[in-house]
């Protein structure tokens, strides 16, 4: 990342700060960390970038605690408490539909594919504007 700003923004937006948060914590405006989110291209693959990182390694943490806590549940699963083995039992039912997670949706991580999608949807609005009926009924077409 070529602005350690910006990069220490990211660290931050990436452990649930907000902007404003954020901005404070960096020594920069709140107007400056929402310009870098919403039209810097480089600063959104470099977030999104890591962000997918940081879900791919949380899995994976996950994923190498599994044994570890099927063992502990299935210890539950044998107490004399009936409270416990029910509670075992439902997360065992739940467990089963935890495994059809996905990771986030693939986005661009590309600055210029971020760049090429704010650029259609600029034109999708301008074209959307001009389709819409003004005051007067008439379209501007």
């Not at 910006?6 to 929402?34: M, P």
């Amino acid at each position: 990342m070529r602005n350690t700003k910006q990069d220490q923004v990211i660290t931050l937006l990436l452990s649930g700060k907000t902007q404003k948060e954020a901005a404070a914590e960096v020594g920069v405006r709140e107007e400056t960390v929402s310009r870098w989110v919403n039209s810097d291209a480089e600063f959104v693959s470099e977030f999104r970038a890591r962000r997918l990182e940081l879900w791919e390694s949380s899995a994976q943490r996950l994923y190498f605690l599994t044994d570890k806590a099927i063992g502990v549940v299935e210890g539950l699963l044998e107490s004399p408490n009936e409270a416990i083995r029910l509670r075992a039992a439902s997360l065992v039912l739940k467990a089963v539909s935890l495994f059809e997670l996905e990771p986030p949706p693939a986005q661009d991580i590309t600055p210029e594919s971020i760049e090429r999608t704010w650029e259609l949807g600029r034109q999708i609005r301008l074209l959307s504007e001009m389709i819409r009926p003004k005051a007067g009924g008439k379209a501007t077409f």
